[in-house]
């Protein structure tokens, strides 16, 4: 089993002033994803049945919740979709799956420097109140890997604990 989450920290330049466009797509689009499907090559020669890839999004690049201030960022992360889609048919060919998992606002990782007035406002948008912590993404990252159903696979998984924009 794979889990990628590694997609570069958002980077606040707008598609019509940016003078670094190549540089930028390579960065926030192109590289990431050559990245996860070289890691599926892997996953596919040494996996076994049942292996996993999962990714990890997150509900930036949403309409709703979009944070389009971040075009380049938001833009990668919206190729996800896609991406998983491809994967599952490729991955399913050898019984291994490929699932997106798509968090809100997750207290840790790239977030845990958030101040407590941003944490505030992002718990406010959840109906029970509170941020998920990592222990909660791991919990369902573990429930996905004991699940063999091969009808996982192909999935996407809104984890966002009904967060509304």
């Known amino acids: 089993n794979i889990i990628y989450c590694g997609w570069p920290n958002p980077d606040n330049q707008n598609f019509l002033s940016s003078n670094n466009t190549k540089k930028l797509t390579d960065y926030?689009?192109?590289?990431?994803?050559?990245?996860?499907?070289?890691?599926a090559?892997?996953?596919?020669?040494?996996?076994?049945?049942?292996?996993k890839l999962i990714l990890i999004g997150s509900s930036y690049s949403s309409p709703g919740r979009h944070n389009f201030k971040y075009p380049y960022y938001s833009l990668g992360k919206s190729s996800l979709s896609t991406v998983k889609?491809?994967?599952?048919?490729?991955?399913?060919?050898?019984?291994?799956s490929c699932v997106l998992l798509e968090f809100d606002v997750i207290d840790g990782g790239m977030n845990s420097t958030l101040s407590n007035t941003l944490k505030d406002q992002a718990s406010d948008r959840y109906p029970h109140g509170k941020i998920p912590t990592m222990?909660?993404?791991?919990?369902?990252?573990?429930?996905?890997l004991k699940n063999e159903s091969f009808l996982l696979n192909g999935s996407k998984i809104k984890l966002s604990g009904g967060a509304l924009p």
């Open 85 to 96: 889609d491809i994967l599952s048919l490729e991955l399913g060919k050898y019984e291994m």
């Open 41 to 51: 090559k892997i996953l596919k020669n040494v996996g076994i049945k049942n292996s």
């Open 28 to 39: 926030y689009v192109r590289k990431p994803i050559e990245d996860i499907i070289e890691i």
């Open 135 to 144: 222990k909660h993404v791991i919990k369902q990252i573990q429930w996905i």
